[in-house]
């Protein structure tokens, strides 16, 4: 296992048991409980080890796609083309594979996402050009617009969870349960700045990103009642399920693009994904 494999495993372990709620805990504690976790990690570890080698050369679309196949998830995209030039993605995030899935679905080398500033994400050095960090302080969150704002410019792509958090995945919501959480403020700034440049708006609906066997699991269930919602992912990995069945519709929005008009546009793409 490669040395950014490993820390990657470390890292996912690490939040794991921290989820758990026991990061003040004694140490031989939390030891005990990121070894399973650890090693439940490796080929998560290895498989984004290989993505971050293979995007230089292959871009970020087909490496993602790889990534994909060797996780064992079928992958539908239906919907419109993104295309050349400047446009922003909005889209809903359910977790697992949803930014591999979009990043392959988007289909532009130029992507720029952005993301909560994580450990994870950050130990990804190689994938540092594609993202942009928004972490908690006011100045931070106005660096990361900044970027934002002059990748549009430019003619980039752009790609925003605007909930900022894991939202449900349709294939597993309960009847009538919302599909989308609050969007944090920011995206009419997102919008507005991509009209100016000419640039396109579209939304992106994601489901089907989890194993439903993986999900059906007792040990999934109380760890999600938990808030731990990365579970589901080791899981299927662990298990060799091969019964991920992801799907990702892109549709561009073209009349109304206020905060309303756009959530509804997205729970719809969702629902049709």
């Known amino acids: 296992m490669t040395t950014l494999a490993h820390e990657l495993a470390r890292i996912s372990a690490h939040e794991m048991v921290s989820a758990l709620g026991v990061r003040g805990g004694p140490q031989l504690l939390r030891r005990g409980l990121a070894l399973p976790f650890y090693v439940a990690s490796r080929q998560l570890g290895q498989t984004l080890a290989m993505l971050e080698r293979e995007v230089p050369s292959h871009g970020l679309p087909e490496a993602a796609a790889a990534a994909l196949l060797r996780f064992g998830v079928a992958l539908r995209v239906s919907g419109v083309e993104v295309g050349p030039g400047p446009c922003l993605v909005l889209a809903n995030h359910p977790g697992a594979y949803d930014a591999l899935a979009l990043m392959r679905a988007a289909g532009r080398r130029d992507l720029l996402i952005l993301a909560a500033d994580r450990e994870f994400l950050r130990a990804l050095s190689g994938l540092s050009a594609h993202f942009v960090f928004v972490a908690d302080a006011p100045s931070a969150r106005a660096r990361a617009l900044k970027r934002s704002l002059s990748?549009?410019?430019?003619?980039?792509?752009?790609?925003?969870?605007p909930a900022g958090k894991i939202e449900p995945d349709a294939d597993f919501a309960l009847p009538g349960a919302a599909l989308l959480e609050p969007w944090?403020?920011?995206?009419?700034?997102?919008?507005?700045?991509?009209?100016?440049?000419?640039?396109?708006?579209?939304?992106?609906?994601?489901?089907?990103?989890?194993?439903?066997?993986?999900?059906r699991l007792l040990l999934t269930r109380w760890a999600e009642k938990r808030g731990i919602t990365t579970l589901s992912p080791l899981v299927q990995l662990v298990a060799k399920l091969r019964d991920v069945d992801a799907r990702v519709r892109l549709d561009q929005v073209t009349g109304e693009r206020d905060e309303p008009a756009l959530r509804a546009a997205l729970v719809k793409a969702i629902v049709t994904a």
Do not use: D, M, T
């Not at 100016?196 to 939304?203: L, N």
């Open 151 to 161: 990748w549009l410019r430019r003619g980039g792509a752009l790609l925003h969870f």
């Open 184 to 215: 944090q403020p920011g995206v009419s700034l997102l919008v507005k700045a991509c009209e100016r440049v000419g640039g396109r708006v579209f939304v992106a609906g994601v489901r089907g990103v989890h194993s439903p066997r993986a999900k």
